[in-house]
């Protein structure tokens, strides 16, 4: 028993020491972590002051750094990453879990598919009304604008979602409703969502990877290809079609058909999976000749290098209506000039705004009241609606938001809004662009915050048999016209 102690010891004291050697002295090579973190600068005793010294500002700072640089730290991480994952099931990416049968879900796609991520009627509607309009508009110049529903992973593969998320009691999605009032409002738009499903049980390969967050590398060809014909019937232009010389087949996922499992940075690769790649003869492929721009998540980064210069003479890729690709990554990464934004939406031949499941809360990212208002200047939004918005396209305020109202039972809605009324009456006084609703909006805030006056104005819209709101209003519209009569 002593032995086995002392061997021990001397074990750990031996990776100490290969440890420290690691960091003063990079022997062995390693691979770095992937997925999105931050990390601390290397320890340096340039941050030594004797004030930090003596406040502990300088322990607490170098021992991060030293944690953050140890030797052999990304090994070590992996290994007990690995440790969890093959004997409790735990992953350490954030945001991903797994699902049944080894499948690996991004949490987001869960929450939209069981309608916790539901954002309400009223919001879909003012989103879809206004993106009709703007259809409407670039009509009237021959440009066609293109809405498509990407699939997702947890629509397409419910029966593999742990059984925590209670997936049979889902309730109203993004998705189910969007499309409904899609058909109503005589949108042009592409329902790929529903087309991968029917192709789910007659399909030769997998259209969904097991460990990857996107459609497959064979989805993403259906997918590229479908839109290609879809835009030759809108445009009346002939489009480039892509057809597979070859098939190739691996035991193991590749490229972004294994993208969560990177995330997951194991040790050992997770157990293969069959996977199906199209070897598509582009450079024999004439290039399209529209110009196209492109609103998109992530989805289409599977297709912009590939499909995407094949289908379009030029193409602009707005990642997520921010960022303009591919310098999207760039440290500071180059955005998106909204300036003059109707002239610029008038200067493409089609455009095309996709969005996949996981996204649809968000509301296209704000790209329907963008260019609603390019094309209506005389229209102001309510500064209120501008921080629902921000609350919708925040992933983490988001998310605080979605959580907050499931612990409460409110419905997500109203839980933004109120978020939003609290945000915008506690800094009213430093919000730029004001305008005359938000002064209106302020004040009825201010009347439902004074507990005499709204009891007064309560009993009032009883007495004359007419809503509170509306009693508020009026109050709230009286309130402002008597303080401008004011010397």
């Known amino acids: 028993m002593r032995a086995t102690k002392l061997i021990l010891f001397s074990l750990v004291l031996l990776l100490l020491a290969i440890s420290s050697l690691q960091l003063c002295y990079p022997v062995f090579k390693e691979s770095p972590l992937n997925g999105f973190f931050s990390q601390n600068p290397s320890p340096s005793l340039k941050y030594f002051t004797w004030r930090r010294w003596f406040s502990s500002n300088f322990q607490d700072e170098i021992t991060k750094q030293f944690n953050d640089h140890l030797g052999l730290r990304n090994s070590l991480v992996r290994i007990s990453n690995q440790c969890d994952y093959s004997l409790y099931g735990i992953i350490h990416a954030d945001g991903f879990i797994r699902g049944k049968n080894r499948y690996l879900y991004e949490e987001g796609y869960i929450h939209e598919y069981t309608g916790e991520y539901f954002i309400g009627t009223a919001a879909i509607d003012k989103k879809l009304s206004r993106l009709k309009n703007v259809m409407d508009s670039l009509n009237a110049y021959h440009i066609p604008l293109l809405l498509v529903y990407e699939p997702g992973k947890a629509g397409f593969y419910p029966e593999f979602i742990p059984g925590r998320f209670h997936p049979e009691k889902r309730t ?57 014909r879809f835009l030759s019937t809108v445009s009346n232009v002939k489009m480039p079609f892509f057809q597979v010389r070859k098939m190739h087949l691996s035991s193991r996922s590749l490229g972004s058909d294994y993208d969560i499992g990177e995330m997951l940075n194991l040790a050992c690769p997770l157990e293969p999976t069959p996977g199906a790649y199209p070897m598509v003869p582009f450079h024999s492929i004439p290039a399209g000749i529209l110009s196209a721009l492109v609103v998109a998540d992530s989805y289409y980064i599977t297709l912009v290098e590939s499909y995407g210069k094949k289908m379009f003479g030029k193409q602009d890729f707005w990642y997520y209506n921010k960022k303009m690709y591919p310098n999207q990554n760039n440290n500071p990464p180059e955005y998106v000039d909204k300036s003059s934004l109707r002239e610029k939406l008038k200067k493409y031949d089609v455009i095309l705004l996709m969005v996949s499941e996981i996204n649809l809360h968000c509301g296209f990212w704000n790209f329907a009241d963008e260019a609603f208002l390019a094309f209506h200047p005389e229209i102001k939004d309510p500064l209120l609606y501008g921080i629902e918005n921000e609350i919708r396209n925040d992933r983490q305020w988001f998310q605080f938001i979605s959580g907050r109202a499931l612990r409460e039972q409110m419905t997500l809605e109203k839980t933004i809004r109120i978020n939003a009324e609290y945000v915008f009456f506690s800094n009213y006084n430093n919000l730029p662009g004001k305008g005359y609703w938000d002064t209106i909006q302020y004040i009825s805030m201010n009347i439902k915050n004074n507990t005499e006056w709204i009891k007064q104005i309560t009993k009032n819209a009883h007495d004359q048999n007419m809503p509170v709101d509306s009693a508020i209003l009026l109050n709230a519209i009286y309130t402002y016209n008597q303080s401008k009569k004011k010397p």
């Not at 499903?197 to 259209?207: G, I, N, P, Q, V």
Request: proline share 2%; hydrophobic share 40%; aromatic share 18%.
């Open 172 to 228: 109203l999605t993004n998705y189910e409703y969007m499309l409904q009032r899609s058909q109503e409002l005589g949108l042009t738009f592409m329902d790929l969502h529903s087309y991968f499903l029917k192709m789910k049980d007659t399909s030769r390969y997998a259209l969904f990877p097991r460990y990857g967050m996107h459609w497959s590398m064979y989805g993403a060809h259906i997918a590229a290809d479908t839109i290609s």
